[in-house]
């Protein structure tokens, strides 16, 4: 069973999951459990994807044992989902339908999504907004009409925001207030917000299969780099996922953990980009360990180290 509440901190981590669904809604009416992957690769280009990224998650999910397919040189066009993967796929999606943990996640986007507004010189923006902002959505899903007006009263009730709702409904225009701005101030971002804001790409939407995907060497914009092999990026990956779960025992001095968590944030980042760049992985990795190195939990500190070592090693 996934840790979900600890996996979904990475972008990486939620962007693979909702590949996973997908796959399970492309293979839902094949009694072998395969699925035609064509049209993903599609999809991660309306999102600024190339499908190197594509494949990459793939990897990820075969890796775990979720999926299999036959190794190629080219795209995955056909994936076999094991039971493991159907069975993580449907908690996934359990997760994220579950209405207590929408219910407080919605409201802590919303107070965050009008903490930024106002700082953009909008004071009473209009709700429906929220909606199509990076914080409209949970973990893939976007949020209901009826979550959304719940949660702004909701809020205005504990009068972190004002502003006068409609009949039945929510705040239309709602205002934060002073209270509401100290709360965000005071308080780290929720999981649920960070997950939403970093997430890369969603698969969600429904695919066209026109036929094979033709990729061609020397195109327009293209640019020649090193490609780095799937256990190289999951080594960087593994570094960077323990750094961000151990971070909060390593006991790093306070004033250099917004350096550590930007690290981690840069590191997933770049794992997942289309081609990885293996200088700045190496130089991030070497990040992990300066700052490790600062905490006081000698065990957790040599498990990070020693994982960004091994990292740095193979590329």
């Known amino acids: 069973m996934v840790d979900f509440e600890v996996e979904l901190g990475s972008p990486a981590v939620l962007r693979q999951l909702q590949l996973l669904v997908k796959i399970r809604e492309l293979a839902a009416t094949n009694r072998h459990r395969s699925a035609d992957t064509t049209g993903l690769y599609e999809q991660a280009e309306e999102f600024g994807l190339g499908w190197r990224a594509v494949g990459s998650d793939l990897d990820s999910l075969k890796d775990r044992g979720w999926i299999n397919f036959d190794n190629s040189s080219g795209p995955v066009t056909d994936v076999v989902m094991s039971q493991q993967g159907v069975d993580t796929a449907e908690e996934f999606e359990a997760f994220r339908s579950n209405k207590r943990r929408r219910a407080q996640a919605v409201r802590s986007a919303v107070l965050q999504w009008l903490y930024d507004e106002s700082l953009d010189g909008k004071s009473s923006p209009n709700i429906s907004g929220f909606s199509s902002s990076k914080y ?136 997942a980009a289309v081609t990885p760049q293996p200088g700045k992985l190496k130089s991030l990795l070497n990040k992990v360990i300066e700052l490790a190195v600062l905490g006081t939990a000698e065990g957790a500190v040599g498990a990070v180290v020693s994982l960004a070592e091994k990292a740095i090693e193979g590329l």
């Open 136 to 271: 409209g959505s949970f973990y893939g899903t976007t949020f209901t009409e009826g979550e959304i007006a719940q949660a702004t009263r909701y809020l205005r009730e504990e009068q972190l925001l004002q502003g006068k709702a409609a009949m039945g409904g929510g705040v239309i225009r709602p205002q934060i207030t002073t209270y509401g701005m100290q709360r965000i101030e005071h308080e780290d971002k929720p999981a649920t917000v960070l997950a939403s804001e970093r997430a890369s790409v969603t698969y969600i939407n429904n695919f066209n299969n026109d036929g094979p995907v033709n990729l061609a060497t020397n195109s327009p914009g293209a640019q020649q780099s090193i490609t780095l092999t799937t256990t190289q990026i999951n080594g960087a990956r593994m570094a960077a996922s323990a750094f961000s779960q151990t971070l909060p025992i390593l006991g790093i001095p306070e004033n250099r953990q917004t350096e550590a968590k930007q690290v981690i944030a840069e590191l997933e980042d770049e794992t």
